[in-house]
């Protein structure tokens, strides 16, 4: 097959050098314009094609793929600035720059099993909250009022949002981000929780009678959740108590929730089919049972200190 060139160009083949890495990471915008020069997988050449239409290293003529040019150090210079300055602009750089990202989690994938397994987690937390971020982080960017703000700002303030499409996107993916940012930290390996402080202690005691009093009202809070949502361990008017939500829906949205519901969240337990179907199936009383044996009551302790002061 013979190679495509332009007219009177210095243009020549040249291989992989070995080791070199065949992808879209060693892109140059070169000096005619919207284009670049790509490694080709499949024959270790160098293309030449538009940048608006490379794919995946793939020449968007076909298998024609153009010779690249022999640099001197200032050309190869000022191309390197110039690829810096376009790939600065590409989608996956304004991604990158961003408001939110996935938090990373505080223990291994598999720290909280056999109560929680590892592959729930995995899913849990690489896809479904990862998923709450991208579209929280689409709307922040279609809608420059929201951008700086800082994730409480967004989630409690959403009755300001006059754009109903607008409100409910902020109040799920915003929600989502918010809650499960939460849930991890509120799980720890089991035997590395510590126990509840004996101020938390002393709260439990006066708002349910006893620990056990407040397993029983947080469970069945968790078990009579209907369809998705949450249950919660809040600090109202300086009291302890139970409540849940639906969806991602959280203590926090104030006028969005009813006023029964506002506080701020101590404890917090995903009632979703996605936090335990895989290891529980349809047996969420047990994944509720199984979860206190992961409760980080270290940070819920902090959590129920900064509440109350």
Same mark, same amino acid.
């Given at each position: 097959?013979?190679?495509?060139?332009?007219? #009177?160009?210095?243009?020549?083949?040249?291989?992989?050098?070995?080791g070199?890495d065949?992808?879209?990471s060693?892109?140059?915008?070169?000096?005619f314009g919207?284009?670049?020069?790509?490694?080709?997988?499949?024959?270790?050449?160098?293309?030449?094609?538009?940048?608006?239409?490379c794919r995946?290293?793939?020449?968007?003529?076909?298998?024609?793929?153009?010779?690249?040019?022999i640099?001197?150090?200032?050309?190869?210079?000022?191309?390197?600035?110039?690829?810096?300055?376009?790939? $600065?602009a590409?989608?996956?750089?304004?991604?990158?720059?961003a408001?939110?990202?996935?938090?990373?989690?505080?223990?291994?994938?598999?720290?909280?099993?056999?109560?929680?397994?590892?592959?729930?987690?995995?899913?849990?937390?690489?896809?479904?909250?990862?998923?709450?971020?991208?579209?929280?982080?689409?709307?922040?960017?279609?809608?420059?009022?929201?951008?700086?703000?800082?994730?409480?700002?967004?989630?409690?303030?959403l009755?300001?949002?006059?754009d109903?499409?607008?409100?409910?996107?902020?109040?799920n993916q915003?929600?989502?981000?918010w809650?499960?940012?939460?849930?991890?930290?509120?799980?720890?390996?089991?035997?590395?929780?510590?126990?509840?402080?004996?101020?938390? $202690?002393?709260?439990?005691?006066?708002?349910?009678?006893?620990?056990?009093?407040l397993?029983?009202?947080?469970?069945?809070? $968790?078990?009579?959740?209907?369809g998705?949502?949450?249950?919660?361990?809040?600090?109202?008017?300086?009291?302890?108590?139970?409540?849940?939500?639906?969806?991602?829906?959280?203590?926090?949205?104030?006028?969005?929730?009813?006023?029964?519901?506002?506080?701020t969240?101590?404890?917090?337990?995903?009632v979703?089919?996605?936090?335990?179907?895989?290891?529980?199936?349809?047996?969420?009383?047990?994944?509720?049972? $199984?979860?206190? #044996?992961?409760?980080?009551?270290?940070?819920?302790?902090?959590?129920?200190?900064?509440?109350?002061?």
């Amino acid at each position: 097959m013979s190679n495509f060139r332009m007219p #009177n160009d210095p243009w020549k083949r040249r291989k992989l050098p070995p080791g070199g890495d065949p992808s879209l990471s060693d892109t140059l915008h070169s000096s005619f314009g919207n284009s670049a020069f790509v490694i080709t997988p499949e024959d270790g050449r160098q293309s030449f094609h538009p940048l608006s239409i490379c794919r995946a290293g793939r020449p968007a003529y076909g298998n024609r793929t153009m010779s690249a040019p022999i640099y001197d150090r200032r050309s190869f210079v000022k191309l390197s600035i110039a690829a810096g300055a376009a790939a $600065a602009a590409t989608p996956a750089a304004m991604a990158q720059d961003a408001s939110f990202s996935l938090p990373k989690l505080p223990y291994a994938l598999d720290a909280l099993e056999p109560h929680i397994d590892a592959k729930t987690m995995e899913i849990h937390h690489g896809k479904h909250h990862q998923a709450y971020i991208d579209n929280l982080n689409k709307a922040i960017t279609a809608n420059d009022f929201l951008k700086g703000k800082t994730l409480e700002a967004i989630v409690g303030g959403l009755p300001a949002v006059k754009d109903e499409a607008l409100r409910t996107t902020l109040r799920n993916q915003g929600g989502g981000h918010w809650n499960h940012s939460f849930f991890w930290e509120i799980m720890a390996p089991a035997g590395k929780g510590g126990e509840a402080s004996a101020e938390l $202690a002393a709260a439990i005691k006066s708002a349910f009678g006893s620990m056990d009093d407040l397993k029983k009202a947080f469970n069945e809070a $968790a078990t009579k959740r209907f369809g998705s949502g949450w249950a919660w361990l809040i600090v109202q008017d300086k009291k302890l108590k139970v409540v849940s939500t639906a969806n991602q829906d959280n203590p926090l949205m104030k006028e969005i929730i009813p006023d029964a519901d506002f506080g701020t969240p101590v404890l917090g337990l995903d009632v979703w089919e996605h936090a335990y179907y895989l290891h529980y199936q349809n047996k969420r009383p047990d994944y509720i049972a $199984a979860w206190w #044996n992961v409760v980080n009551w270290k940070e819920a302790d902090k959590r129920f200190k900064a509440a109350m002061a």
